[in-house]
């Protein structure tokens, strides 16, 4: 059967480990596999967009060659992939990105490892806030701990 998963990022940071383990689990489950890039950026008013239009293009180079770069690894394994970015409040951005296509399989937080810790303020999280309403897990994956 073949599986969707979406591996999400945010502001640009990327957990080398969590892509890994997208990358192993879709070879395992066959599936096709989404990188999406979240940026916030505030857009309070429809007049400074002109203002942030530069700044837009310019984040979106970036990120595109970051994409690119990351995502070669799963294309030499045969994996098929898909790659967005979407700027604005990093919540809306994502429930507008899955609400637009068949549904994912297994989302996979690929940011760092902050998500997983229980910190007082993660507990606030826009996906852990989310995730109640999601049809399918999420899976966080961080830098392995160095034992004392």
């Known amino acids: ?70 995502g070669g690894e799963f294309l030499k394994k045969g994996i098929t992939l898909g790659t967005a970015i979407r700027v604005g409040s990093p919540a809306e951005e994502f429930l507008k990105f899955v609400a637009g296509r068949p549904p994912f399989h297994t989302i996979v937080w690929g940011s760092s490892e902050d998500f997983q810790d229980c910190g007082q303020g993660l507990k606030s999280h826009w996906l852990r806030r989310l995730s109640a309403k999601l049809e399918c897990p999420i899976v966080t994956v961080g830098p392995r701990k160095q034992l004392k």
């Open 1 to 70: 059967m073949f599986q969707r998963l979406l591996v999400v990022f945010e502001n640009e940071k990327i957990c080398p480990e969590a892509l890994d383990f997208a990358k192993g689990l879709a070879l395992r489950m066959d599936s096709e596999v989404t990188l999406l890039m979240l940026v916030e950026m505030p857009f309070e008013e429809r007049s400074l967009l002109g203002t942030k239009r530069a700044a837009l293009l310019e984040i979106e180079k970036r990120i595109s060659r970051e994409l690119t770069q990351r």
